[in-house]
C-alpha cells in the first residue's frame, strides 16, 4: 500500500506541470487586476503563480526542497528537547489545510539553547520535502516562534499503525472551509517519531507570503498513520476541483544552500 501510494504522489508530478501551464493564463489576469489570491487550482491561483501576487515566493531560498541522505552534510548539531505535552487547540480547516491552533503558551521546542513556542501545527498532502527522490503521502508541519526567528519541525508521514492521539483530531476533522472544532487535552509529543535525527537548512514557510528567514528541521525518521488516517486527510485535500494534485507547494531550487544533519553514522 506504501508504494501505491508513493506511486501515485509521483505520479502528481506530470499533472502538477499541466496545471501550471494552464495556470499562466487566469494567473495574469488576476495580476493585472490587482488581486492576490493563492490556492492550489488554476482558479485560485496555484502555486506556480505565486510569485505575481506574492514577490517572495520568488526568493532564492525557499521551501520545500529535495532533501538526499548523501547530499547532506554530516555534522554535529544543537539537540532537539521537546517539551510538549497535553495541551488545548483550535482545529480550522482554513480553505487550504487542517490547522490546529495552540490556544495557551505552553508547548515549547528547544534547540541547543534556543527555545521556542509551539504556535500551530498543519499537514500537506503529499509530502512537501521529497527524501531521497520520493514524496511521501503527508507532511506535519510544526510552526514554531522564538526571540530569533521562527522555525518549522517537519515531519514526513508513512503508511503503518494508527496514531490513536492523532484520532483527537481526526474524529472532529472539520470538513467545510471555516469549519473549526475544540480539542482540549491533546498530546502533541505523541505526534513525533521515536528519533529526533533530523536534516536542517535556511528556508521559507511554504504558503504565501512566502517568508524567508525560516530555520527548518526536517525530522529524518517518518511518523506512521494508518491508511484511514490518510485517506481521511486526502479525501479533503487531494483529486477534487479545489486541491486537483493536493495541497503540497512542488520543491523549490536548493540554490547551493547546505543542508545539515546529524542523521545515519556510528
Known amino acids: 500500500m506504501v508504494g501505491r501510494t508513493i506511486a501515485r504522489s509521483r505520479g502528481l508530478g506530470v499533472s502538477c506541470l499541466l496545471l501550471a501551464v494552464a495556470c499562466w493564463g487566469c494567473a495574469s489576469v488576476a495580476a493585472a487586476e490587482g488581486e492576490s489570491h493563492w490556492g492550489y487550482n488554476c482558479a485560485e491561483g496555484a502555486p506556480f503563480v505565486w510569485g505575481l501576487g ?30 510538549y505535552g497535553p495541551t488545548d487547540l483550535e482545529v480550522v480547516n482554513n480553505g487550504h489545510t487542517v490547522e490546529a491552533e495552540v490556544k495557551a503558551v505552553g508547548p515549547k521546542l528547544k534547540v541547543g539553547e534556543e527555545t521556542y ?6 499537514w500537506h498532502t503529499p509530502s512537501e520535502h521529497w527524501l531521497d527522490g520520493e514524496p511521501f503521502p503527508m507532511e ?45 487535552g491533546f498530546d502533541v509529543s505523541k505526534l513525533l517519531p521515536g528519533s529526533l535525527a533530523s536534516y536542517r537548512y535556511p528556508g521559507s514557510l511554504t504558503t504565501p507570503g ?3 528567514g525560516i530555520q527548518w528541521v526536517l525530522l529524518a525518521e517518518p511518523v506512521e498513520m494508518s491508511a484511514a488516517q490518510i485517506a481521511s486527510f486526502q479525501e479533503l485535500f487531494l483529486g477534487n476541483d479545489r486541491f486537483p494534485v493536493g495541497n503540497a507547494r512542488p520543491l523549490q531550487p536548493r540554490n547551493n544552500r ?9
Open 258 to 266: 547546505e543542508v545539515a544533519t546529524d542523521a545515519g553514522g556510528d
Open 210 to 212: 512566502c517568508d524567508q
Open 117 to 122: 513556542e509551539l504556535i500551530r501545527f498543519h
Open 54 to 83: 506574492f514577490p517572495a515566493c520568488n526568493g532564492d531560498a525557499q521551501s520545500p526542497i529535495a532533501v538526499s541522505t548523501t547530499g547532506a552534510v554530516r555534522k554535529p548539531l544543537p539537540p532537539l528537547a521537546p517539551a
Open 140 to 184: 506535519l508541519h510544526m510552526v514554531h516562534g522564538g526571540e530569533h526567528g521562527n522555525l518549522v519541525l517537519g515531519s514526513l508521514v508513512s503508511e503503518g499503525r494508527a496514531n490513536e492521539e492523532l484520532e483527537k483530531i481526526w474524529a472532529v476533522l472539520p470538513r467545510e472551509p471555516g469549519g473549526h472544532e475544540e480539542v482540549d
